[in-house]
């Protein structure tokens, strides 16, 4: 994909190059997470530092990291922590295979019991028992 892409791109193009829709092209350009295209209108066009910085951000979502620290990421910001900082940010819960519950880790006692709460009746929700009832 990246070999073949042009120079210069329409949204189409790339949105075909780089796999994420227009539409979420356009909300990271709004969010401030990519730069607005070249030209206005139907003029519009995209260049190869747009496909780069576009995968960077998917890779990032990917890692499932917020638009905040995506930004923070981008401008150079440093990490937070060691090599996997949101292993270390977050505290999770499962739920089930595929589902769980997230809550940042410097959480107070409380809202932790609060999380730690709602995780345990999730879990029973989903049970046959609960289910029969």
Do not use: C
Not at 16 to 43: D, N, Q
């Amino acid at each position: 994909m990246a070999a073949d892409a042009p120079e210069i791109m329409s949204i189409h193009q790339l949105e075909a190059a780089s796999g994420v829709p227009s539409r979420r092209i356009r909300h990271f350009i709004a969010e401030g997470l990519l730069p607005p295209p070249l030209g206005k209108g139907r003029a519009a066009h995209y260049d190869r530092q747009h496909l780069e910085l576009l995968r960077q951000i998917e890779a990032l979502r990917a890692a499932n990291l917020g638009l905040e620290e995506i930004r923070l990421r981008l401008a150079g910001e440093p990490e937070r922590g060691g090599a996997a900082p949101e292993s270390e940010a977050w505290r999770r819960w499962e739920i089930a295979p595929g589902i769980e519950l997230h809550a940042r880790a410097d959480l107070g006692p409380e809202p932790a019991r609060i999380a730690q709460t709602l995780a345990e009746l999730a879990r029973q929700m989903r049970s046959p028992e609960a289910n029969d009832g």
